[in-house]
């Protein structure tokens, strides 16, 4: 159940249309079904990154039960909000990785271990 949660300054046209862009490359990157995944794309304009609101940039984290091949998760996913959210400097974007146990996940009511 890999849960995606997106804060940004940078504007962004259709969160709607975002959330699913990105429901489909987190389930790519890891090897999960696009069924369980869940995405959130949060705009606030207050951010400041680097000291400053004026630089663009995100926030992601990444929750799932386990992650295969991080580096490559964190790759992709870094250039996707680059490339989506018109972001150039990618020091700005910073990713979380939570690796949430099966028995502290639960959908549907019950948890998956």
């Known amino acids: ?3 995606l949660t997106v804060y940004t300054n940078a504007d962004i046209n259709n969160a709607a249309e975002l959330a699913e862009k ?3 490359l987190t389930a790519e990157v890891l090897h999960k079904p696009v069924g369980y995944v869940i ?3 949060i705009h606030n304009p207050a951010m400041a990154h680097g000291g400053s609101a004026k630089n663009k940039g995100a926030l ?4 799932s039960i386990g992650f ?3 580096d490559k998760a964190v790759f992709e996913l870094t250039n ?3 490339k989506e959210l018109g972001i150039t400097q990618t020091q700005y974007i910073n990713i979380s990785l939570i690796d949430c146990p099966a028995s502290y996940t639960a ?3 019950r948890t998956f271990g």
């Open 22 to 24: 990105a429901s489909l």
């Open 107 to 109: 959908s549907a009511g």
């Open 80 to 82: 996707f909000f680059a």
């Open 39 to 41: 995405a959130n794309i």
């Open 68 to 70: 295969g091949d991080k």
């Open 60 to 63: 992601i984290e990444l929750k």
């Open 1 to 3: 159940m890999p849960y």
